[in-house]
């Protein structure tokens, strides 16, 4: 789109505005007394200034738009009652001229209701000056309501251009986040898969050159690998190749490990993945109890992962006085997203 400087608008617009106060002047000696022309000009001015001047967004305040009425009723009176509707008046009617302008200049700034209620004023005050509606033409009255016709049609035009570019322009930034979000997820299950395919491929090639018929040791490492697939769908962002390794290793001795990501730590930058990971790692790595389950914590400002570590009653290191059939808290470790926390 081809954009044009906001100063040359409104310096055209004011050299159109300038241009009645000069035909103004030139006219000076066909009213009866030039002193409420003067006035009528000063005031003109003053309003078109004002209303050219920048403002935050192009809407006019709207108490600067009803001056702009009151310029425009109060111009009429200083300067039509110093003319005979008789007589040839020339330019000594700029008035008409002018209020066309300023409340052309109001519909643009996005006050029409001032706009259009300033051009029936001037419109009403020139039928009751002249009694002759055949005489508003020549008068100059036709063209203000044509100037504000096309500024308030133009002005809705390109409103709605600029709102559907901002839609256009929304949705392009969420086809863009969503094909980064598919490229993405894509690019993730493939290196899973490949992660996957790494560890499983052995124990399938051993199921097939064996007829499917494994020993205990190998139906239980059959059973490791299934949960490590499961932990590379629900563990995420829980899981490095340190994790990984403990994981597997605390399962092959008898714990059982769950690793659940809700989400809560997809925001942490590299350095504060990486020192999360290595608690969990860790922790599971030195593990004495009989189940661990490593969760996120999701919506909280503080807390990244929390782990607990269960013992089933009657294990080797429960307590004597455990309720029967309740597992016991052998570890709570809540692991702060940032190491300020620690």
Known sequence: MIGVPRFLLVGLAALFSAL????GISALDL???????????TLYGAATVLSLAPYPGIRMPAPLAAVNVAVASVGLILVLTQLDPTLENGYATWIVGAIGTLMTITVVRQRPWFGWSGLAVMVLALLVWTGDPLA?????AIGGPIWAGVAQATTTAIAHSSRDARL???????????QAQEEAEFYERRVRLGQMNRRVAPMLRRIVTS??????????ECLHLEAAMRDEIRGRRLLDDRVR????AARRRG?????????GIDDLDSAAHARVTAVIAQQIGETKADRMVVRTVHDDQEVAV??????????SGATADSHAGEAELDLWLEVPRSADDD
Do not use: K, N
């Not at 009645?20 to 035909?23: G, K, S």
């Not at 390794?245 to 597997?248: F, N, S, Y």
């Not at 782990?307 to 009653?313: A, H, N, Q």
């Open 31 to 41: 009213p009866y007394s030039p002193g409420p022309s003067i006035v009528a000009m």
């Open 168 to 178: 256009f322009e929304q949705a392009e930034h969420r086809a863009a986040e969503w």
């Open 211 to 220: 007829d499917g018929r494994l020993d205990d040791a190998a139906r239980r």
């Open 306 to 315: 929390t782990i607990v570590g269960l013992r089933d009653p009657g294990a």
């Open 245 to 248: 390794h403990e994981v597997m």
């Open 255 to 263: 714990v059982e490990v769950t690793l659940l990501d809700d989400g």
């Open 20 to 23: 009645h106060i000069v035909l």
């Open 136 to 140: 508003l033409p020549a008068l100059g």
